[in-house]
């Protein structure tokens, strides 16, 4: 199994920063793209920023210029760092990772149990 831990999630008011960082562990031979996703009150789970093990980065449109993903393939681990908070950001905010386990050499796509963030003054 591979097993994804967030932690960063909180309370911040308009306008601050939040860093969410998540660590992956377990079964894992590789991992091929890291990302975070959030999902608010009454809607569908979004994509908000994916890198790869080669350092490429997507963002959704809303985040772009404010949200920065980054990651640490030695450690396995992926961060978000979050500037210039809107209240519309505010969602329950997961890990994913996808990539392959080392046994067997199957493909494997893991999410974090969650971290909320929340943006109100």
């Known amino acids: 199994q591979v097993q994804l831990v967030e932690s960063g999630g909180g309370l911040v008011q308009p306008g601050g920063s939040l860093r969410l960082s998540c660590a992956a562990s377990?079964?894992?031979?590789?991992?091929?793209?890291m990302g975070w996703y959030r999902q608010a009150p009454g809607k569908q789970r979004e994509l908000v920023a994916v890198?790869?093990?080669?350092?490429?980065?997507n963002y959704a449109e809303s985040v772009k210029g404010r949200f920065t993903i980054s990651r640490d393939n030695a450690k396995n681990t992926v961060s978000l760092q979050m500037n210039s908070l809107k209240p519309e950001d505010a969602a329950v905010y997961y890990c994913?990772?996808?990539?392959?386990?080392?046994?067997?050499?199957?493909?494997?796509?893991?999410w974090g149990q969650g971290t909320q963030v929340t943006v109100s003054s």
């Open positions: 890198i790869t093990s080669d350092g490429s980065t």
């Open positions: 377990g079964n894992i031979f590789s991992i091929g793209s």
């Open positions: 994913n990772a996808r990539g392959l386990k080392t046994f067997p050499r199957t493909a494997f796509d893991s």
